[in-house]
């Protein structure tokens, strides 16, 4: 992958990445429950977990996925039943837990999000037979080079998120407010599972 190429994919990465979608709606909600500095393993988790995606994608394993029928539809059930507990646990957002923190969705959860996430796979698809020139030409190193530029340019726009999550909590300064925020965020996410099944 030459500078062009990186350059043209980093900007593609960017964009799939800070556009609205399931796993942006979660991050917002992160920040927004508790903040950006305890929140921040929520973009870390979703980058890396893209990232992965993308070069087992550009492996191969995205088009053996989409040629199964039966794989495609119990990850499209697997999917559905992920964003409607996680919509359940961002409508929560704001109960507070018995040591006293409220609850975040952390690394490992949007790690593991980004493989139920449509939108994830349609850009881990589009990544791979757009960007990856030629099978000949060197697969293996330019699938590892795209999963790391689309982690590197995937955090910067989750962190963008976060944040915007964070400051929408200094807005939300009455528990009421709060709630109705959580409520509206997870139904949006809920909303979302039409996409699955599109």
Known sequence: MDIAQALAFLLFAFIAAVTPGPSNTMILSTGAAV??????????????????????????VGEIVAAAPAIVIAMKMAGSLFLLWLAWKIANAGTVEANGQRRAVGFRQAFLFQWLNPKGWLVALSAGSTFLVSP???????????????????????????????????????????????????????LSVALVWR
Do not use: Y
Not at 167 to 187: D, P, Y
């Open 136 to 190: 000949q030409q060197a697969q293996t190193s330019g699938a590892l080079w795209m999963g790391v530029l689309f982690a590197a340019a995937a955090f910067p726009a989750g962190f963008l998120w976060l944040v915007l999550g964070a400051l929408v909590a200094q807005v939300l300064r009455t528990s009421r407010a709060a709630r109705f925020f959580n409520i509206a965020m997870a139904f949006a996410l809920a």
């Open 35 to 60: 903040g950006t500095l305890r929140g921040i393993g929520c973009p870390l988790g979703a980058s890396l977990g893209m990232g992965v995606m993308i070069v087992l994608s550009a492996f191969g």
